[in-house]
């Protein structure tokens, strides 16, 4: 079973740039959330996709969107990048949309994202 | 964002000893997770917990969900230098997603 994939690893960008971050979902999971997390903290959720719309959305403004493509890979996309969104992402996918049944979400070994 | 309360912020322990940490909420959750962080890593799902008053193992670790849905707790036993790392206990009310804790940190002295 394959687990969590994302992509890039480490990521360097300026202030004002946009990124794209690439996360491949688990084997048999559909369902792929979107987790901010800064140094010292824990993940804060970002938002999630399920059949390829959007299921929820915690408190990011609208420069964080996203996708999920037919195989349930998922991109992250953050335009005028600010300081504070230096970060690692985390992708975690799950069997089921939080909310429904299986709240278990496995979770990728994250971008590191630098804004300078 | 709102994030739970975990307790304690860091432990340092002897190889071999137990371990104990806590997460509270002043709201209800009707599901408790607990994870591990390595250093570079994501988390790594090691209890998921459904029921209040249910308690649940994984090897050597332990944990419950409190009786008041408004707390968990997660033991470990007879700790090994390998349990090094952050825990952070997640909870999930309806139609939310996941609400983490700030983790407490590991130390394990050989």
């Known amino acids: 079973e394959t687990g969590v994939t994302q992509s890039p690893t480490h990521l360097i960008k300026t202030r004002g740039q946009q990124v794209t971050l690439r996360c491949s979902s688990q084997?048999?999971?559909?369902?792929v959330s979107w987790y901010q997390q800064a140094l010292g903290q824990g993940p804060q959720f970002i938002f999630q996709?399920?059949?390829?719309?959007?299921?929820g959305r915690g408190n990011f403004p609208p420069r964080f969107s996203g996708l999920q493509f037919p195989n349930y890979s998922s991109e992250l996309n953050v335009n005028a990048l600010e300081l504070d969104d230096s970060a690692l992402y985390l992708c975690?996918?799950?069997?089921?949309?939080?909310?429904?049944?299986?709240?278990?979400?496995?979770f990728g070994p994250g971008t590191r994202l630098t804004v300078t | 964002g709102q994030q739970l309360n975990q307790s304690p912020q860091s432990m340092f322990i002897q190889e071999g000893e137990d371990v104990s940490m806590n997460c509270t909420s002043s709201?209800?959750?009707?599901?408790w997770l607990w994870y591990k962080q390595d250093p570079g890593e994501g988390p790594v799902l090691l209890i998921a917990?459904?029921?209040?008053?249910e308690l649940t193992s994984n090897g050597r670790l332990t944990a419950q969900f409190g009786i008041t849905r408004k707390d968990s707790f997660l033991n470990i036993s007879a700790s090994i230098p390998s349990d090094v790392g952050i825990y952070f206990c997640?909870?999930?009310?309806?139609?939310?997603?996941?609400?983490f804790g700030k983790g407490t940190t590991l130390s394990v002295s050989s």
């Open positions: 084997s048999g999971h559909n369902t």
């Open positions: 709201s209800i959750f009707n599901t």
């Open positions: 996709y399920y059949r390829e719309e959007e299921n």
């Open positions: 917990l459904y029921k209040a008053g």
């Open positions: 997640a909870g999930h009310q309806a139609g939310t997603a996941l609400i």
């Open positions: 975690a996918s799950s069997r089921t949309p939080t909310g429904l049944s299986s709240y278990e979400q496995y």
